[in-house]
């Protein structure tokens, strides 16, 4: 009987830092980071899962810690029992009570049962030779509903309630599969937008977008008021006025100060604010949109878990939400988030970009057209253009659109050559360079 | 010019479960665990500063990890310049951009900054020759408010009004800090009531606590309500009807299992009932609440930050509240929340029990009543009497209250020969036992 025979970790490091990239006002100085998991078996095929917690470069080893505390709870376990129960493995590891103190559910240890529940999915989907996003479509409806965990938010959305809503979108998996095969999924660019570049650059970079076939383009906002005004302005001229142009304040504001800056940004038209505040702050959010309302308010790529994106939606916080692939408990409760954002009609906007973000999101956002919420035309996926060729199935973008992934798996693998040369901290890449984490 | 010369860290277990102490509905064999850091100095006294993550076991050396990942933004740093800035101190620490992406403010790398942050005040307090409670009390409004990160709080109190408030309680003082050294502080105790204890020794234990002038008991409710009944009314039988009688689910029930099973419980006139829910769920527990009014409603223990804090009072979400000295950023945020609670008229009840909870949370405690609320006599520290032998200034307990701690610092500082006996792995009280963490 095969079973999960080794939990193996890794520190890889970018030294992203040097370039600006990826700069914004909370984070000036990332260096895009992976705690990277491997779960090996001894089945035959030698088959593998992959996953990992994207962070921004110090505390990386915090995480890779992390990942290797749930190893008593994955390794000896049975290939194929996981790959058919992954609802029930998720919730055994985020059910070591012991573990669950240092949440729960939220933060470090939370982030590293989402890399190894993703890591499982990988290996399922890479079993069952599909792609994760149509791993999931293939499933019944009362497949995906055994997948959530329900609990803490059954007030929002009882189980029976969300196989109900699974049962209505199933009919129609067939046709949408074919147009996801044929038109992709759309995706927004964040690439000409952080706070590091120049005037120019920005300028250059958004209509450089335009001409990809980019149909939005975000800017990071929140550290100057002026700036951000000669930015919008300077962005909105070079898109023209059809092309949609989001802000992304990364946390900075309090919700007295968000409302005045909104108001001073509301006449470039935005698509959304995302962040605008503290991602734990529901009411904040809720203030804050009630105010600058028709002015669209999001959040989520730093939501800890399902319970506050509950909220979120219970309190009519966000227009629009971010999910993340690597921030909450992974693949099943990024189904709850969906499921819970189909019943209260909220427009998904996976969040991407980092670290192999774009590769594990896209599945999400296709699995959920096809099989929860059935809508892709009123939503897009981010995209920036940032080491995907450190993964072996990286994204296809083609004229502004996500391709649909056609190997097995998660597209979560990292090339053998990537990881040993950004091993932190004896790789190549830290040998050689003048760079101190 | 002294400096902080070094962090040292300890991962501290002791194998509680043997014995289910400390056993809930969530956590049925805890081993009370303590992520111990010291910070040293190259001061004339050798002067050194102790603080901890409590934790109940497995991932202790995950938290360990977190506290030794803030070695760079506190070894090397003056001592003078820390001592009479830890408002400063405690936002540096906040502010790594890149380690702030672990949370933000909460979980592991959260409760790592709260032990050094707290280390950091056990510091300051015992050079000014001052427990830290009198430390705080001391202080001017001006100082106080100082030492507060007023960031995603600002919209429930502003930093302009939390002086007025500190200036409004200033007065008092030194009338307070008198009757504080003549009366203590009121405790309330949960030895009765774990989950794993037996009727006869529950009924035996509560008649017990009330011999010993405890006003108030709790007890571990949440896996059956059949059992939940009984006990109550046993518990309730043998303190007669003029003693608090509070029962603590630790985060069991959706809001829709609560509601019903607090019904059940309403006959016992419950001094309040602890975390019914998620502790991630604002607006459930504001809907609890009104659902089963006027049973108190209350939650702390595990709120990871200010920002929920915040919208617990905003949403009257909560009856009263706990506050936990090593879950949140330390003294600095812990003194956010009993601003925030002060303004708000929400009474507050410290966590404590785990390992050296008491010895820390009274302080703050006594701080609040000394400087910020003014008030004692509607609230009470939780008391556990566990593992208080293995610290140095263990807290005094006479006739059912706290005495004022008299020695300098935070109480924080545990015995060598502790740190070294239950020091996991190689600790001797882990080599000999036939105990596996």
């Given at each position: 009987?095969?079973?999960?025979?080794?939990?193996?970790?890794?520190?890889?490091?970018?030294?992203?830092?040097?370039?600006?990239?990826?700069?914004d006002?909370?984070?000036?100085?990332?260096?895009?980071?992976?705690?990277?998991?491997?779960?090996?078996?001894?089945?035959?095929?030698?088959?593998?899962?992959?996953?990992?917690?994207?962070?921004?470069?110090?505390?990386?080893?915090?995480?890779?810690?992390?990942?290797?505390?749930?190893?008593?709870?994955?390794?000896?376990?049975?290939?194929?029992?996981?790959?058919?129960?992954?609802?029930?493995?998720?919730?055994?590891?985020?059910?070591?009570?012991?573990?669950?103190?240092?949440?729960?559910?939220?933060?470090?240890?939370?982030?590293?049962?989402?890399?190894?529940?993703?890591?499982?999915?990988?290996?399922?989907?890479?079993?069952?030779?599909?792609?994760?996003?149509?791993?999931?479509?293939?499933?019944?409806?009362?497949?995906?509903?055994?997948?959530?965990?329900?609990?803490?938010?059954?007030?929002?959305?009882?189980?029976?309630?969300?196989?109900?809503?699974?049962?209505?979108?199933?009919?129609?998996?067939?046709?949408?599969?074919?147009?996801?095969?044929?038109?992709?999924?759309s995706a927004y660019t964040t690439s000409p937008g952080w706070?590091?570049?120049?005037?120019?650059?920005l300028?250059?970079?958004a209509?450089?977008a335009v001409?990809?076939?980019f149909g939005t383009i975000k800017l990071k906002v929140g550290?100057?008021?002026?700036?951000d005004?000669?930015r919008c302005?300077?962005a909105r001229?070079?898109i023209?006025?059809?092309v949609g142009l989001a802000v992304d304040a990364n946390?900075?504001?309090?919700?007295?100060?968000?409302?005045?800056?909104l108001?001073?940004l509301r006449?470039f038209n935005l698509a959304w604010v995302e962040e605008p505040?503290?991602?734990?702050?529901?009411?904040?959010?809720?203030?804050?949109?009630?105010?600058?309302?028709?002015v669209p308010i999001s959040t989520g790529e730093?939501?800890?878990?399902?319970?506050?994106?509950?909220?979120?939606?219970?309190?009519?916080?966000v227009d629009l939400v971010q999910?993340?692939?690597?921030?909450?408990?992974?693949?099943?409760?990024?189904?709850?988030?969906?499921?819970?954002?189909?019943?209260?009609?909220?427009r998904v906007f996976p969040h991407a970009g980092?670290?192999?973000?774009?590769?594990?999101?896209?599945?999400?956002?296709?699995?959920?057209?096809?099989?929860?919420?059935?809508?892709?035309?009123d939503r897009s996926i981010e995209f920036v253009?940032?080491?995907?060729?450190?993964?072996?199935?990286?994204?296809?973008?083609?004229?502004?659109?996500?391709?649909?992934?056609?190997?097995?798996?998660?597209?979560?693998?990292?090339?053998?050559?990537?990881?040993?040369?950004?091993?932190?901290?004896?790789?190549?890449?830290?040998?050689?360079?003048?760079?101190?984490?």
């Amino acid at each position: 009987m095969p079973v999960i025979t080794e939990l193996d970790t890794h520190d890889i490091r970018f030294p992203t830092s040097l370039e600006l990239d990826g700069s914004d006002a909370m984070n000036p100085d990332p260096d895009y980071s992976a705690s990277y998991v491997v779960l090996r078996t001894n089945d035959s095929t030698e088959l593998q899962g992959r996953g990992f917690v994207f962070t921004i470069g110090r505390g990386n080893d915090v995480q890779v810690e992390a990942i290797r505390a749930l190893r008593h709870l994955v390794v000896g376990r049975d290939v194929a029992a996981v790959c058919s129960e992954l609802g029930a493995f998720a919730r055994s590891l985020t059910d070591d009570s012991q573990l669950r103190w240092l949440g729960p559910e939220k933060g470090v240890m939370h982030m590293a049962i989402g890399a190894v529940v993703n890591a499982a999915w990988d290996m399922a989907a890479r079993r069952a030779r599909k792609p994760v996003w149509q791993f999931i479509a293939d499933m019944s409806p009362a497949e995906i509903a055994s997948m959530i965990d329900f609990r803490y938010i059954s007030d929002a959305i009882a189980p029976g309630e969300g196989l109900e809503l699974l049962q209505q979108s199933a009919g129609m998996k067939r046709e949408r599969i074919g147009v996801l095969r044929q038109k992709g999924y759309s995706a927004y660019t964040t690439s000409p937008g952080w706070l590091g570049y120049s005037d120019e650059k920005l300028a250059r970079l958004a209509k450089e977008a335009v001409s990809a076939g980019f149909g939005t383009i975000k800017l990071k906002v929140g550290l100057s008021i002026e700036d951000d005004v000669r930015r919008c302005r300077i962005a909105r001229e070079a898109i023209g006025p059809h092309v949609g142009l989001a802000v992304d304040a990364n946390q900075r504001w309090d919700v007295g100060v968000a409302i005045p800056w909104l108001e001073r940004l509301r006449p470039f038209n935005l698509a959304w604010v995302e962040e605008p505040t503290s991602p734990d702050d529901v009411l904040g959010h809720a203030t804050i949109r009630k105010a600058v309302h028709p002015v669209p308010i999001s959040t989520g790529e730093h939501t800890q878990n399902r319970v506050v994106f509950k909220q979120l939606f219970q309190a009519q916080a966000v227009d629009l939400v971010q999910i993340d692939a690597a921030r909450v408990g992974g693949v099943n409760e990024n189904l709850a988030v969906l499921l819970m954002a189909a019943k209260y009609g909220v427009r998904v906007f996976p969040h991407a970009g980092g670290v192999g973000l774009c590769e594990l999101v896209q599945h999400l956002a296709m699995a959920d057209y096809v099989a929860i919420s059935g809508k892709m035309d009123d939503r897009s996926i981010e995209f920036v253009d940032h080491l995907h060729q450190h993964f072996i199935d990286p994204v296809r973008i083609r004229h502004g659109r996500y391709l649909a992934p056609e190997l097995p798996g998660f597209s979560a693998e990292m090339r053998p050559a990537s990881i040993s040369e950004f091993q932190f901290p004896n790789g190549s890449a830290w040998r050689t360079k003048a760079v101190n984490a």
